[in-house]
């Protein structure tokens, strides 16, 4: 874990930072969720990282710092970033089709579909087959192969249309036909390892199972497509699922951000190049998503402007990172320089969950001087 920086090196205001771990802790006294971790870089700067509450209710085992969470669809930056590596060493464009490295993809509508258009949910095929139970995602052969089968129901390019699931597994294979190592592999060696977050992993060991919290719905309507059961099963969180099943601390998670916000490089160690991350947040696309019905903007793998995210006091699409069904955010500003993980384990609506999310970031924002 990073060490602590005092929040005036940064021009944070000491009094609104406790008043930022008053609203963390107020919200889980308020049953918002059971457990939660929150976590804030400046500058590349660690300023803040906290946790509270309880991991399992059945057990009443409590949240610690070694405590990881469920990243859900904030696991998709991560993996996003993946890409951005391979892409900068030329191993693969944006403009190339998935098939040029997989060439059993190009099936029933998904021929042209590009490494660009996953990116950016316009590959046209966003539903996470039927054939393919959670109770088979261990096994990537029947992924690979549900891959190779599934149906665009749009047009490659043409329709912005969020891809929940279906995201992380094409980025995983090809990442395992471009590089060769399997996607766990990669993402703990050219990520993980070099930002020393050490509490990150997509395909859980079974070791540290028991570190990790479960999810716990909130809500009776709150969860339509079972995430939050599927999620904390054992089995799928050893599975390799880079579009959800991620899992890490919030330090992790803003280290991640803060990395990206300090444009590649953190702590002397460096991911990416700065002309990568200016080409991985710059806008991509926008409109109303055919799959979530809300509007959205995106860049290469990232989200832009998220009400969760709080308001900007400058330029709104400088704000980049994504969410994670029910529970997190994740985000970095480059106007601001702030770099923020925020995970809970209680699954909410978008009304609920959104709102305790964004009082979170924008109070975050409000401490900054």
């Given at each position: ?17 406790e ?68 892409k ?26 590009t ?21 088979d ?92 059961a ?22 992790d ?87 923020v ?29």
């Open positions: 874990m990073a060490t602590l920086t005092a929040p005036d090196a940064v021009a944070m205001d000491s009094q609104k930072l008043q930022v771990k008053q609203l963390f802790h107020r919200q889980i006294d308020e049953g918002l969720h059971p457990g939660a971790g929150l976590a804030v870089y400046r500058y590349g700067n660690l300023v803040l990282d906290i946790h509270g509450g309880i991991a399992r209710t059945e057990s009443n085992q409590p949240v610690t710092a070694e405590t990881m969470f469920v990243l859900m669809s904030s696991t998709k930056p991560l993996t996003a970033s993946c890409l951005y590596i391979l900068e060493r030329g191993k693969i464009a944006w403009d190339d089709t998935v098939a040029t490295y997989w060439p059993k993809f190009a099936q029933n509508g998904k021929e042209t579909v490494i660009g258009h996953i990116l950016t949910h316009r590959g046209g095929f966003p539903e996470t087959p039927k054939s393919l139970p959670p109770t995602w261990p096994d990537w052969s029947k992924v690979t192969q549900a891959m190779e089968q599934a149906p665009a129901i749009y047009t490659p390019g043409e329709t912005l249309a969020y891809h929940p699931i279906n995201y992380g597994w094409v980025i995983a294979e090809l990442v395992r036909r471009v590089d060769g190592r399997s996607f766990d592999k990669f993402i703990a060696e050219e990520l993980a390892a070099p930002l020393g977050m050490s509490t990150t992993y997509v395909g859980l060991p079974s070791s540290l199972e028991g570190q990790v919290s479960h999810m716990h719905k909130m809500e009776d309507d709150a969860d339509p497509s079972g995430y939050s599927i999620f904390s099963q054992s089995s799928v969180l050893r599975s390799i699922v880079p579009g959800a099943g991620g899992v890490a601390t919030a330090g998670l803003a280290r991640f951000y803060a990395m990206m916000e300090r444009k590649g490089t953190l702590d002397n160690a460096t991911v990416i190049q700065s002309a990568t991350v200016d080409e991985a947040v710059a806008f991509q696309v926008e409109g109303v998503d055919k799959s979530t019905g809300a509007f959205a903007q995106r860049s290469l793998g990232l989200a832009l402007a998220d009400e969760r995210m709080g308001k900007s006091a400058g330029d709104p699409l400088k704000t980049f990172g994504h969410g994670g069904a029910g529970t997190s955010i994740g985000w970095a500003d480059f106007d601001s320089g702030l770099a993980g925020y995970i809970t384990n209680g699954f909410r609506g978008n009304i609920t969950n959104n709102a305790r999310l964004a009082a979170v970031s924008q109070a975050v924002r409000d401490a900054c001087l």
